[in-house]
């Protein structure tokens, strides 16, 4: 353990003291963009994969679109389950790099992979019961049906996503991320022609449907893998880690740590998951057109949080490196500066949504009812407050994660999401005259109730004598 004081030193004169501390300011904030632009480019390129496979799939028609629907539903409870855990391989390797330990550099990736391995092989099981589920809860038949038939296709790729995400996180950690940025564009356009090619049966192969538009996103995070893998044992600064050198052990001491870390993300990553499936189904109970706008504003949402969850990331990271090196100050100041840098993007984005919400909603509804387009622009409105919120808590969350602190957060999420948001959200919703605009509400007094407590957390910790980064055994 390292006293703050031990770190901090001797102070120096007044001018020197502030012009030094706006040239560390001005360090890390450049630093912070520097990580946080291709991982939040990244983010929103796996977001473009994503509406890709739903435009070609609208072309099967309505009913393909709602099976492609519910089976991203089932597909993503397991995916998220997994990318809470390989979410510890950054924190991990970011400390280790701060403290000039290669080998636990390596150690952390090569665990990452196996623990992606580990978790994949259960997570797959619902997916692959994926009718049985849905008929479970009470979907269509028809539905259940063709939604499995795509998720025959799309759950082998939980492995290879996983083991991306998993290289993701290490390429990060020792400040080159942009490799992941350079295989997602690529892998745009590929997983496009390849969906159009397997769901029509185009150059001579079978018309698969609405199971090849699955199989063609496994293929292609397949590929995207790969090419991480050769990155990473080829590619400068990345080949000098050796991390394929003894993968064929399971670091078990370091594994615990790893789950440790990853368990509480991945069940807080599943709570927020679950609020908003849950606002989904409140707004259902309300009205059809509820729950068309909600889930249009819960799409502008999800793009808007690509960025601070990019931000988030290069957080960690940066939190990482100064725990490795026992900089307490650097700590604060990384948390600090990536938190005023996702106020900063959200309040300005906040702002565009809230100027240009009716076209937002002319984009997605063309000519529907005025009533849908109304509401639709209200839910952006009353949004706008979730919006900035949930930048906060995505990236203070992150800088938590860079003192391996998740356990608490994963508290806060439970308090913040269901006993807040979800309470708040029913009652605005069901027990006032705001209807659906209540249950936005609702959300957003959870989100930000999470966001003060994670900032909260953050600012108490990071005066605190700082953990030892991890050794190894």
Known sequence: MTSLNNIEG???GAGGAEGSARNRLSLELTETFRLAVPIALTQLGQIAMMTTDLAL???LGDNAVAAAALAHTVFFVSFTAGMGLVSAVAPLAAQAFGARDPRMVRRALRVGLWAALLAALPLMLPPLFGEQILLWLGQAPESAALAQRYLHGLTWCLIPGLWFLAIRGFMGA???PEPGLWITLTAIPANAGLVYVLMHGKFGLPEFGIFGAGLATTIVNIGMFGAALWFTVSRRPFRKYQVLGGIARIDW???RQLIAIGAPISVAFLLEYGLFGAGGLLMGLISTTALTAHQIALQIAAILFMVPFGVGMAATVRVGHAIGRGDASAV??????AVLLGITFMSTMTLAVIAGRFEIATIFLGNAPDATMQLTATLLLVGSTFFVADGIQTVAAGALRGLNDTRVPLLFATISYWLVGFTCAALFGFHTSLGASGVWVGLSCGTAVYA????????????RALPAPPHPS
């Open 10 to 12: 001797a102070p120096a």
């Open 57 to 59: 799939i609208g072309r």
């Open 253 to 255: 001491p370091l594994m």
């Open 452 to 463: 003060t407590l994670l900032v909260s957390r953050f600012h108490l910790l990071s005066r």
């Open 174 to 176: 020792v400040n080159r």
């Open 332 to 337: 604060r100041r990384a948390g600090y500066v």
